[in-house]
């Protein structure tokens, strides 16, 4: 039942904000508290959204001390795990950073138990729902 309310929720989320401009921030983000592992719970992508098949198993961030977050990304493709290093750069705004051409916005977290991020790339637009086992 939760999933589809989590679901439902990030539909509409998608259909209310179609621009990156116009997602919401966490505000006053403090990427030194963005630290942890990160699993996903959910992924809501824009209906003309193109990516490839792997499954992200989980993710650690690891923030430095120039304001970046090195995301720690564990993938599963073609049968095999392998973990994949991420670097956000910060930008002049809390809680955006950019990566490998995506812009990725913090929309929402408590920094223990649960993040939403807004990615946008040139071929699709999407959000993830990632949680913790703090």
């Excluded at 919401?24 to 630290?35: E, G, I, L, M």
């Excluded at 910060?90 to 138990?113: K, L």
Aim: glycine share 6%; net charge negative.
């Amino acid at each position: 039942m939760i999933q589809i309310v989590l679901w439902s929720l990030l539909l509409a989320f998608t259909s209310w904000y179609p621009n990156a401009a116009e997602v919401p921030v966490q505000p006053n983000f403090d990427a030194a508290r963005f630290s942890g592992q990160w699993y996903p719970i959910q992924l809501v992508m824009d209906k003309d959204g193109k990516m490839k098949e792997v499954s992200i198993v989980g993710r650690t961030a690891v923030p430095k001390s120039n304001g970046d977050i090195d995301m720690d990304v564990e993938i599963f493709e073609n049968g095999e795990c392998t973990t994949k290093i991420m670097p956000f750069q910060h930008t002049d705004e809390p809680g955006v950073f950019t990566a490998e051409g995506s812009t990725i916005q913090v929309v929402e977290t408590d920094y223990h138990t649960y993040h939403i991020l807004h990615v946008a790339t040139k071929l699709y637009k999407i959000l993830h729902l990632e949680g913790s086992c703090a």
